[in-house]
């Protein structure tokens, strides 16, 4: 089976615009999540997607949003970017919630 | 907040058994014990997880306490690449629960 996959894998973007990152799970994996990784705060949950459903969110501003499609590719969007968003975005899925396998990730850097 | 202390970091000589140590002495009885670890810049990767019975597989065993307060993760011929951060996890399997990631343990295979 093919694994998680992102894209893209490197963005460069300027503070107040917005950015759209992909993801296409295992094949029949429901369930997405999507973390966020910073040198100073680790690995932070953000959103979990279940057929088209958010059912879990973390403590991010509204500005952080995310979609499931009906064959379980999800996308998430950051608007108004600020220098502090720069991170390593990973995608995980699941089987029903189970153990969760990783993308490998989206770098975003905001200038 | 994760539910789980691991030390800082070890070191392990390549070919040698490399025994992580985890404690989750606040461990509910619905909730498993996860393993993930992370390549520099990679995604998370999973290796096992587990409730109360220990548990093999290829990549690794975990040892599980009968009270269940702490785990050792087992890697019984370490390699160069095993170098990596591992994250001892503890949550409730199936369902939306997120992961919730400490600082985890950097283990460093010395040739």
């Known amino acids: 089976k093919a694994g998680v996959t992102q894209t893209p894998r490197y963005l460069i973007k300027t503070r107040g615009q917005q950015v759209t990152l992909s993801c296409s799970p295992i094949?029949?994996?429901?369930?997405v999540s999507w973390y966020q990784q910073t040198p100073g705060q680790g690995l932070q949950f953000l959103f979990e997607?279940?057929?088209?459903?958010?059912?879990n969110k973390g403590n991010f501003p509204g500005r952080f949003s995310g979609r499931q499609f009906s064959n379980s590719r999800s996308e998430m969007n950051v608007s108004t970017l600020e220098l502090g968003d720069s991170a390593l975005y990973l995608c995980?899925?699941?089987?029903?919630?189970?153990?969760?396998?990783f993308g490998p990730g989206t770098r975003l850097t905001v200038t | 907040d994760a539910k789980t202390t691991q030390p800082t970091s070890m070191d392990c000589a390549e070919g040698r058994a490399a025994n992580l140590p985890c404690n989750h002495s606040t461990i509910s009885g619905n909730e498993y014990v996860y393993w993930y670890r992370q390549i520099h810049s990679q995604g998370p990767q999973y290796i096992i997880h587990?409730?109360?019975n220990n548990e093999t597989n290829e990549m690794a065993s975990l040892i599980i306490t009968e009270d269940r307060k702490s785990s050792t993760l087992i890697l019984p011929h370490a390699t160069l690449r095993d170098t990596a951060v591992y994250y001892c996890?503890?949550?409730?399997?199936?369902?939306?629960?997120?992961?919730?990631f400490g600082k985890g343990m950097k283990l460093t295979v010395n040739p």
């Open positions: 587990g409730l109360k």
């Open positions: 996890i503890v949550r409730v399997a199936g369902g939306s629960e997120k992961l919730v």
């Open positions: 094949s029949g994996h429901r369930s």
């Open positions: 995980a899925s699941s089987w029903m919630g189970q153990e969760e396998y």
């Open positions: 997607y279940f057929s088209e459903t958010q059912r």
